[in-house]
């Protein structure tokens, strides 16, 4: 059979890949596109499935990214169940595990990565999940409904997210986390205390420092899980939240330059003629954080689809913004904003009793990152100032009757 020829193709249908299309259509793109999905349904988004859709304040139409009506319409080609396995940049093609052979001028990489299993004994028992796919969500909220306690194994957000879900719906919760503090990787000392307190005073167990030596079950279910130091916790559902590996199998055997993902430069573009990267697993020069990194973020994904819709139209703007995340855990919103370092000044505004406050990381006086809990107007304030580089006034920062732009001293570029 003869291979299926597009224009641009677009493997991998989540924010990224969803965006590069739906963006090359609405300015005009006059040539084919193709999103070749490795799922069986159509495109939904991923955060939801820890916050809203888990807790069940959001339905499966709530998530996806457009109605059916949308892809029965567009001139978009979407192909269900074509997970790429093989990429021949020389030839232009690509293979998928069902044996469709597929043939581009431009390909566009926007696979996301896969939930990190780990190897404990007892991974594979029934009731042991991770948070990356619908199915896992869905899944887990079944659990749910019957389970009476839950184990995640990850102080991360997706965890903590996943604990506030789970005690929402009344389960006994225990955050099993090896590291000293949560959110050790992604947060500063004193956001980690915030969050581990809020977790406590809902009732979860938190332990820190604290290693797992295995998942147990019986009649391949889970029912618990035992620590390094042998204490047995019991557990009707199990979930495993301790990062993601990179999709890129298929680019990487087919010689792209790879570290910790994709090397991609300022556009996007890979090693490999004519094929761009994007989303969770670009590893590109990020200047607010001052080195090469992947960043996982809707923000970020969206950004670098419409850096290489740019760049296909041939008007190419390079990707130059400011990473934003956010996180929903009972009643606290959570909106991060810049890269944070360890050589930092923080600055607490407003009250973390009343869990409404801002922390914000200065370095030699300069703003770099901020975490901002329940007061937008500082993340919004933050995220323009951060698109710059400004120095601020401590004392004025913690004046909360004043804006936050009150604080610039001067501003730097």
Known sequence: MAAQYFDVIIVGAGQGGVTVATELHRQGFEGSIAILSSESIQPYELPPLSKGFFSGEQSYADITFKGQDFWDDS??????????????????????????????????????????????????????????????????????????????????????????????????????EVQDRLLGRVTSPEISEYFHQLHTSHGVRVLLNTGVAEIVGAADVVSGVRLASGELIDADLVIIGVGIIPNIDALEKAGASTSNGVNVDEFCRTSLPDVWAIGDIASHHNRFAGRTMRVESVNNATAQAKTVVSDLLGTPVPYDTVPWFWSNQYDVKLKTVGILSDDVQVIIRGSIDLHEFSAIYLRNGELVAM???????????????????????????????????????????
Not at 125 to 130: D, K, N, R, S, Y
Not at 141 to 160: M, R
Not at 400 to 410: F, G, H, V, W, Y
Request: proline share 5%; with cysteine; aromatic share 4%.
């Open 371 to 413: 975490d901002c809990v329940n007061r937008p107007k500082d993340f919004v304030e933050g995220r323009k100032m951060l698109a710059g580089s400004v120095k601020l006034d401590p004392a004025v920062l913690c004046d909360i009757n004043r804006p936050l732009r009150s604080a610039i001293l001067e501003p730097i570029s």
């Open 75 to 176: 001139p978009i080609t979407l192909k269900l169940n074509s997970r790429v396995i093989e990429v021949d940049a020389k030839t232009k093609s690509l293979t998928t595990e069902a044996g469709e052979t597929f043939s581009y001028d431009r390909l566009v990489w926007a696979t996301g990565g896969r939930a990190r299993m780990l190897p404990l004994p007892g991974h594979e028992l029934a009731g042991v999940h991770t948070v990356r796919r619908l199915e896992d969500a869905l899944a887990l909220k079944s659990i749910a409904e019957t389970a009476n306690s839950a184990v995640i194994i990850g102080g991360g957000y997706i965890g903590l997210e996943a604990a506030s879900a789970l005690r929402k719906k009344s389960l006994d919760v225990t955050v099993i």
